[in-house]
């Protein structure tokens, strides 16, 4: 059973669902940066001051800041892990390589969950998070295009990508997952 995992796709493709189920059902860590960030603001904490403008904009967070937060989470005891909203631009896919190999456990598949804009325009409105107002998902569909994309290519050149339809109801999608896990 493949046990390094990494959910790719834009805001608002489930990325967070899907991971939370197959973490749980595996026993597996789900580190999602964005949850873990939230957190800090929640508990306003230094680290959460200083992120909370710019993630309520939609921008991202320093490149070391998430690193020193993804460092803090994995370790050799590890039973399993799933990488939620983590690397997003190639710098973090270098950050991440070398965490990885010091830790050896490479990266084993990686999902990306593919959605229409409109309707992960519609889901985030309806989800009404801080940051998911019209203004803040148009810029993070933008840095998510620009940044973020191309990080498919690079993991379909490992032969490490999974394409999932993440435009379907929850069930279909973690059954798709769970198919191609097993298949792997
Ligand atoms: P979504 O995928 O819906 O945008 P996330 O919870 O993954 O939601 O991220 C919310 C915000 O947290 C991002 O807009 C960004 O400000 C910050 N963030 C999360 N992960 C990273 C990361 N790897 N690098 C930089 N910023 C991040």
Redesign the pocket.
Known sequence: MKKHLLFL?????G??TQAALLSEANSYLHL????L??TEIDLDTDLGKE?KD??N???????Q??LEI?KKNLDKENKGWIL??????LS?VNSLNDVLMNLNQPLEIVFYLDIPDEVLIKR?IMRG?K??NEE?IKT?LK??KETTEPLIDYYKNLSLLEYINANGDLKTISADIKQKMASR
């Open positions: 796709g834009p805001p608002g493709a990325k967070g999602s940066t964005g949850e960030l939230r992120v710019i993630m904009k939609g921008e991202l967070v320093s490149d800041l998430v993804v939620d909203g983590y690397p997003r631009n973090q985030l998070r940051d998911d803040t993070r840095i998510y």
